[in-house]
């Protein structure tokens, strides 16, 4: 079983519709980012979060460290925001080097 | 703008090949990381380095080896290519938590 798990594996969605991703983790984290992957393989870190929530523009992320779950929102969905997102987990002893990985929420967003 | 820039895009060895990759970031960071990017497995950790001269292995190193002489270069080595490093290899840097990822590069090995 992986560490960090991510649902659902893809996604799509209409213009316009709010979007959810899911992110649960069976180990001890200090913090937790979500990443987006365009096609071409750039990844974009949008969040580090450790508690609470954090928004940027469309782009909400919440955490509840206790519950072992995260989630990232999308509202007004858009075209552009098709890409791959990606959680990741920074295991306790807080070095990046322990950073765990979901397998990533392919998201298509159609017009 | 911070930067993280990955020497090559696209690359195509042969068998047996040394390959170079190479990872510049501009930010001063300490901390610098090389992935490999698989479908369906994620991704993996190769090497991340915390200083200049300093390495520690990451999840999958065999086959790889890396070498960080000044600050801001990380660089990936494959000593002798097999087709089984045919992958998206991503190089990363961050500071105070921050991630910041180069571009990838796509190897594929013949």
């Known amino acids: 079983k992986n560490e960090v798990e991510q649902s659902p594996q893809n996604l799509t969605a209409q213009e316009g519709e709010f979007i959810t991703i899911n992110c649960s983790y069976s180990v001890g984290i200090s913090a937790l980012h979500w990443l987006q992957q365009h096609p071409g393989g750039g990844i974009v870190s949008l969040f580090m979060l450790s508690s609470g929530k954090k928004k940027h523009g469309r782009l909400i992320a919440t955490i509840n460290i206790q519950e072992k779950h995260s989630s990232l929102h999308i509202t007004a969905s858009h075209p552009r925001d098709s890409a791959v997102y990606i959680c990741?987990?920074?295991?306790?002893?807080?070095?990046?080097?322990?950073?765990?990985f979901g397998k990533g929420t392919k998201l298509s967003v159609k017009p | 703008d911070v930067k993280v820039t990955q020497s090559s895009r696209y690359l195509v060895k042969r068998t047996g090949e040394k390959v170079f990759l190479e990872c510049v970031q501009d930010?001063?960071?300490?901390?610098m990381f090389w992935y490999r990017q698989d479908p369906g497995l994620g991704l993996r950790l190769i090497y991340f380095?915390?200083?200049?001269?300093?390495?520690e292995k990451g999840d999958i190193p065999e086959g790889y080896s890396v070498s960080r002489e000044k600050k801001e270069r990380f660089s990936l080595i494959l000593e002798s290519a097999s087709t089984n490093q045919t992958s998206m290899y991503l190089c990363?840097?961050?500071?105070?938590?921050?991630?910041?990822f180069g571009e990838g590069s796509r190897l594929t090995v013949l």
């Open positions: 990363a840097s961050s500071l105070s938590g921050e991630l910041f």
């Open positions: 380095s915390y200083d200049v001269k300093m390495k």
């Open positions: 990741a987990g920074v295991n306790y002893g807080g070095s990046q080097g322990n950073l765990i």
């Open positions: 930010m001063d960071h300490e901390n």
